[in-house]
T-cell receptor
């Protein structure tokens, strides 16, 4: 299994809703990432989990809350989002962020298209 | 401060010709470089990478060249095909931080005309 899966594919939510995005990989990778991407812009890093511990939070607002239940799963909990948070949310994984080089090649999931009304 | 730059927002080439996408970086601590391809509404797909100890890496129609002294890399696609039309991002990582963080360029939109 060489893919990263994400659910749901599309999500529409109101500003008062609570929802969660899910990501799964079965490649034995020890790092997982959340990115936000706007149209034709590069992916913007939000969070990094390394060996199931949060290692990077890129000053993301607290209305986004990540969770890594185990080495294969990554969740992003959403609460009280704003319309400007509408974007493609991407999950990625890499083999070993501490080793660098090719072990840092990140494999992306298909993304969740989020619309906040 | 943009550490990885793709100065050409777009590129148009004829099918069968060579596509050359360029990327410049400023941080000499970067030691690994990657190219990703992205179709609309999909996640980026890893294409090819190169370590700073090499100056060339080839995989089928895709070749990446690295010029460390100029802090420049390029992706060559030969021959270009209409299915190659997508946004291409170069990315860099550095061994020093060991955080797994990739620094992405702004992307170049490639259009291959039949």
């Amino acid at each position: 299994d060489t893919e990263v899966t994400q659910t749901p594919k599309h999500l529409v939510m109101g500003m008062t809703n609570k929802k969660s995005l899910k990501c799964e990989q079965h490649m034995g990778h020890r790092a997982m990432y959340w990115y936000k991407q706007k149209a034709k812009k590069p992916p913007e890093l939000m969070f990094v989990y390394s060996y199931e511990k949060l290692s990077i939070n890129e000053s993301v607002p607290s209305r986004f809350s990540p969770e890594c239940p185990n080495s294969s799963l990554l969740n992003l909990h959403l609460h009280a989002l704003q319309p400007e948070d509408s974007a493609l949310y991407l999950c990625a994984s890499s083999q070993d962020p501490l080793a660098g080089g090719l072990y840092n090649e990140q494999f992306f999931g298909p993304g969740t298209r989020l619309t906040v009304l | 401060d943009q550490q990885v730059k793709q100065n050409s927002p777009s590129l148009s080439v004829q099918e069968g010709r060579i596509s050359i996408l360029n990327c410049d970086y400023t941080n000499s601590m970067f030691d690994y470089f990657l190219w990703y391809k992205k179709y609309p509404a999909e996640g980026p797909t890893f294409l090819i990478s190169i370590s700073s100890i090499k100056d060339k890496n080839e995989d089928g129609r895709f070749t990446v060249f690295l010029n460390k002294s100029a802090k420049h890399l390029s992706l060559h696609i030969v021959p270009s095909q209409p299915g190659d039309s997508a946004v291409y991002f170069c990315a860099a990582s550095g061994r020093v931080s060991n955080t797994g963080k990739l620094i992405f360029g702004q992307g170049t939109t490639l259009q291959v005309k039949p």
